[in-house]
């Protein structure tokens, strides 16, 4: 495969796909908006990336968390799902 654009973020690929920079391989919940929408068409949907990676919220080690940092956690897992099947 030769790839025409590349990218190191996922807000950047998935703006380049919605201007029509053709294929990619994107996360399904940072797409999944544009595809109920019919905005993205999933090619492949048997397809799965062999690919585990995860997302860690770091965060500096106290007995008491900040409400800034709690309120925070509270929307990601809102928002991402807890182990949500994408």
């Known amino acids: 495969m030769r790839c025409a654009l590349v990218v190191d973020d996922g807000a950047s690929q998935r703006i380049a796909t919605l201007a029509g ?3 990619s391989i994107n996360s399904l919940w940072s797409v999944e908006h544009d595809l109920a929408a019919g905005r993205l068409v999933r090619v492949l949907p048997d397809w799965r990336l062999n690919d585990h990676s995860v ?3 770091v965060y500096p ?3 008491v968390l ?3 940092t709690r309120t925070f956690m509270d929307y990601l897992i ?3 799902g807890r182990g949500r099947a994408w």
């Open 61 to 63: 080690r106290s007995n």
């Open 78 to 80: 809102e928002t991402l």
């Open 21 to 23: 920079a053709g294929l």
């Open 55 to 57: 997302l860690w919220l």
């Open 66 to 68: 900040t409400a800034k």
